[in-house]
């Protein structure tokens, strides 16, 4: 028996977004995967190996002292070298492709009545939105940084305001000063509620990631150790196994925040109960008509 497809445009409380997150994961969990490996596994694990190289070389002179040799502070220089500002671009560039690889994928899941997206689909959206979005990714974090800077609070309202954008240009299709007004529109008497949830949501996925990620890069770094004597290797395979781990996990979170955009949508707009309404209305028209014969 199919299991019920899941109703993105619905109001949701906290309770029910997390339990419909879940759901959706559970459902969708293959083509979801497939996806998202497909199109972020490679750049995953580019900027792991980067991250792994570059912790391992700012690492090695504590590591060094343990081991007799005298510690040499490193300087300005060997700390933000060309490696810190490649692992540092990479991130950010790997940050935004998940986020919108998931909200592609959820825009698609919905525009299909619930059909599961293809990998050629969900690519299809991802070139057409990868680009402008990393840019105002990139202004919308100076902005976050300012705002904290200036008196934190305004940094962590611009932050919670700004979650769901990218779901606002993909899904919506709009433009980056109309996505931009539009989240300070949803927002709207739904501070406090979007603030807790993303908090316990950005929780669980942490504790998942960060339990299950630190037991597998264990093992995977004592196998390292005892293969190669080096702890800056090993630190650096922990390090490229925790962030694989870290990113997949992150589809909770990005999962969770697409549900409560389409809550939010729901509250202001009411798209969904009016196309419940119409489907009943042309239901009702069809028995009346197959009755007639």
């Not at 991130?91 to 998931?102: D, E, G, Y």
């Not at 200036?150 to 919506?172: D, H, K, Q, T």
């Not at 037991?215 to 925790?242: H, N, P, Q, R």
Request: aromatic residues 16%.
């Amino acid at each position: 028996m199919d299991q019920q497809k899941i109703e993105l445009r619905k109001i949701r409380d906290f309770g029910e977004n997390i339990n419909s997150t879940f759901q959706f994961i559970k459902q969708e969990l293959k083509p979801l995967l497939k996806s998202f490996f497909a199109i972020t596994g490679i750049v995953i694990l580019i900027t792991g190996v980067v991250g792994a190289f570059y912790q391992a070389d700012a690492m090695s002179g504590i590591f060094n002292a343990f081991k007799g040799i005298q510690y040499k502070p490193k300087g300005f220089g060997e700390i933000f070298n060309f490696t810190y500002f490649l692992f540092l671009l990479l991130s950010i560039f790997n940050f935004v492709l998940i986020n919108v690889t998931i909200a592609c994928y959820v825009k698609i899941y919905g525009n299909k009545a619930g059909v599961s997206p293809t990998i050629e689909e969900v690519w299809n959206e991802v070139v057409r939105y990868i680009i402008p979005i990393f840019f105002y990714t990139v202004v919308l974090s100076v902005l976050i940084i300012i705002g904290c800077l200036l008196c934190l609070v305004p940094g962590i309202y611009l932050a919670i305001v700004f979650v769901p954008i990218n779901y606002v240009m993909i899904i919506e299709d709009a433009s980056f000063g109309t996505a931009f007004n539009r989240c300070f529109t949803l927002i709207k008497e739904n501070f406090w509620l979007s603030f807790g949830l993303y908090i316990v949501v950005y929780l669980i996925y942490s504790v998942s990631s960060g339990v299950i990620g630190l037991a597998i890069s264990a093992v995977a770094g004592l196998i390292a150790y005892f293969t190669t004597k080096d702890i800056g290797s090993t630190v650096g395979v922990v390090t490229g196994f925790l962030s694989i781990f870290q990113h997949l996990f992150y589809i909770i979170f990005s999962i969770s925040i697409g549900l409560h955009y389409y809550n939010l949508v729901e509250q202001k707009d009411g798209e969904g109960l009016l196309s419940r309404i119409e489907s009943l209305g042309s239901d009702n028209d069809q028995s009346s008509t197959e009755e007639q014969f």
